[in-house]
């Protein structure tokens, strides 16, 4: 997936990342996706467009403090969101 802005958000930043649409099926807000290892919750999702807020602790923390618009991160999207739609593909 790719960062597609960094904004302020209160105390936290607001990042807006971009993944390939085959994804963007299992994301959902409100939902859960691990970015680089991180387990966030979605705030909105659009297309294949979503968003999430990370806290000055985990900013800090982490290597998401030095992250800027165009970085590529790991996207691991909630496990039960594939399960969910695998059955799907099994309804008759």
């Given amino acids: 997936a790719r960062i597609l802005s960094i904004l302020p958000d209160g105390d ?10 085959d994804f963007a099926r299992f994301i959902a807000a409100k939902g859960s996706v691990a970015l680089d290892g991180i387990s966030l919750t ?9 968003g999430v807020n990370l806290i000055p602790h985990t900013l800090t923390r982490t290597t998401w403090g030095r992250k800027k618009p165009g ?9 039960l969101a594939r399960h969910v739609a695998r059955l799907m593909e099994f309804r008759t």
């Fill in 12 to 21: 936290s930043r607001r990042f807006v990342i971009e993944t390939h649409p």
């Fill in 42 to 50: 979605v705030n909105e999702a659009m297309g294949s467009r979503f």
């Fill in 71 to 79: 970085d590529l991160v790991n996207l691991e999207v909630d496990m």
